[in-house]
T-cell receptor, first 110, second 112 residues
Framework: NAGVTQTPKFRILKIGQSMTLQCTQD?????MYWYRQDPGMGLKLIYY???????DKGEVPNGYNVSRSTTEDFPLRLELAAPSQTSVYFC?????????FGPGTRLTVL | GDSVTQMEGPVTLSEEAFLTINCTYT??????LFWYVQYPGEGLQLLLK?????DKGSNKGFEATYRKETTSFHLEKGSVQVSDSAVYFC???????????FGTGTLLAVQP
């Protein structure tokens, strides 16, 4: 039981490039989330999903897209990367009682 | 909207000192309240939770009581260890989709 896994761990992008952050969970959770963590700012919700085929915007969705074709996978897509997207990205899945977090992806946009 | 406010860090303590990290919240309805811990280079882990007023969550010597009258959920530990050095986040869940709203986090540094 690996829990929530994220790849890659680190990535450096140039302005205008695109990439996909991968997230997979093996706990059969319906709910999944993407957060970004900026220094001193806590975690902000980017997108979330309540099940395969259903996604919705969180607090800071601009510049990102998501899809949820299976229960296990919830990739986050960055189109046209900007320096403001430099952050640590966390994926999570949850039961109704607890969210389980992945180890994070540290992204730098230069 | 719902929000969480927690005390600014960093908090620096000597080993075996008493710890309090303050957390207050604003919410409609009756949210569940959480403390998460983030060790260096890792993701967040649930430390403890409380789901209704007057509930006390506890784990690993940490405690927090859900105080509806003061809208607070302060984290306490009687005797901290160096291994407790981490960032602590207070959070509440918002709505049926179990979305979490986090405070800004408090860095705790415990010195031997």
């Amino acid at each position: 039981n690996a829990g929530v896994t994220q790849t890659p761990k680190f990535r450096i992008l140039k302005i205008g490039q695109s990439m996909t952050l991968q997230c997979t969970q093996d706990m059969n959770h319906n709910y999944m989330y993407w957060y970004r963590q900026d220094p001193g700012m806590g975690l902000k919700l980017i997108y979330y999903s309540v099940g395969a085929g259903i996604t919705d915007k969180g607090e800071v969705p601009n510049g990102y897209n998501v899809s949820r074709s299976t229960t296990e996978d919830f990739p986050l897509r960055l189109e046209l990367a900007a320096p403001s997207q430099t952050s640590v990205y966390f994926c999570a899945s949850s039961t109704m009682d607890e969210q389980f977090f992945g180890p994070g992806t540290r992204l730098t946009v230069l | 909207g719902d929000s969480v406010t927690q005390m600014e860090g960093p908090v620096t303590l000597s080993e075996e000192a008493f710890l309090t990290i303050n957390c207050t919240y604003t919410a409609t309805g009756y949210p569940s309240l959480f403390w998460y811990v983030q060790y260096p280079g890792e993701g967040l882990q649930l430390l403890l939770k409380a789901t209704k007023a007057d509930d006390k969550g506890s784990n690993k010597g940490f405690e927090a009581t859900y105080r509806k009258e003061t809208t607070s959920f302060h984290l306490e530990k009687g005797s901290v260890q160096v291994s407790d050095s981490a960032v602590y986040f207070c959070a509440l869940n918002s709505g049926a989709t179990n979305k979490l709203i986090f405070g800004t986090g408090t860095l705790l540094a415990v010195q031997p």
